[in-house]
């Protein structure tokens, strides 16, 4: 499976964003991580493969949404109320499990997308 990330910018804060992923083939779970400057890889959102169960990082959990279209084989990720915080390469990646947030169960990893947010 090949992941490919899209809609990464720079945006100020309180502003929003929105990441799409489109994958080669069918997916079950998805999920998206981020990783900023000089720290680890860390979970953001996760949706299972029906896209009924979704789960969030607390940090996140109220601002982000994640959603999905299996027709089209994508994810995305609605960002609101973004801080600098959430300043990082953004990835989506996929599973063979239906639905996890573990960052060593997803086998498959697009190539990250940069965002952005201004003070």
């Known amino acids: 499976v090949q992941l490919q990330a899209s809609g990464g910018g720079l945006v100020q804060a309180g502003n929003s964003l929105g990441l799409s992923c489109v994958a080669s083939?069918?997916?079950?779970?998805m999920g998206w991580f981020r990783q900023a400057p000089g720290k680890e890889r860390e979970f953001v959102a996760a949706i299972n493969s029906d896209g009924n169960i979704t789960t969030y990082a607390d940090s996140v959990e109220g601002r982000f949404t994640i959603s999905r279209d299996n027709a089209k084989n994508t994810v995305y990720l609605q960002m609101n109320s973004l801080k600098p915080e959430d300043t990082a390469v953004y990835y989506c990646?996929?599973?063979?499990?239906?639905?996890?947030?573990?960052?060593?169960?997803?086998?498959?990893w697009g190539q990250g997308t940069q965002v952005t947010v201004s003070s």
């Open positions: 083939g069918r997916t079950f779970g």
């Open positions: 990646a996929a599973s063979p499990i239906s639905f996890t947030f573990s960052k060593g169960r997803y086998p498959y």
